[in-house]
């Protein structure tokens, strides 16, 4: 079964953190490159963070290096997404996925608002 369940969004102020994660069936995760995108309101999905099947490489969009942390548990199917000193800009929908994405498949994503 083909799954994708992102959590950990919410409301924060400027300046604060928030985790994200993503437990994905075994077909999308194994031995894939995962990665996190957002989708902001009225703009395309842009990827936020990507990491190698084995967390050996990560690579992050220019908004992100310095403030977002991507890893990978894995034993459990899952991938977390570290955000802190989070901006108003950050807001949007978080998703995960593989990098590069291989299907039309994608979760319900995550809400992330950030209030200034």
């Known amino acids: 079964q083909v799954q994708l369940v992102e959590s950990g969004g919410g409301l924060v102020q400027a300046g604060g953190s928030l985790r994200l994660s993503c437990v994905a069936s075994?077909?999308?995760?194994?031995?894939?490159?995962m990665g996190w995108y957002r989708q902001a309101p009225g703009k395309q999905r842009e990827l936020v963070a990507s990491?190698?099947?084995?967390?050996?490489?990560?690579t992050y969009a220019d908004f992100g290096k310095g403030r977002f942390t991507i890893s990978r548990d894995n034993a459990k199917n899952t991938v977390t997404l570290l955000m802190n000193d989070l901006k108003p800009e950050d807001t949007g929908i978080y998703y995960c996925?593989?990098?590069?994405?291989?299907?039309?498949?994608w979760g319900q994503g995550t809400q992330v608002t950030v209030s200034s």
């Open positions: 996925n593989n990098f590069p994405v291989k299907s039309n498949y």
């Open positions: 075994r077909s999308i995760f194994s031995f894939n490159t």
């Open positions: 990491i190698t099947s084995g967390a050996t490489s990560t």
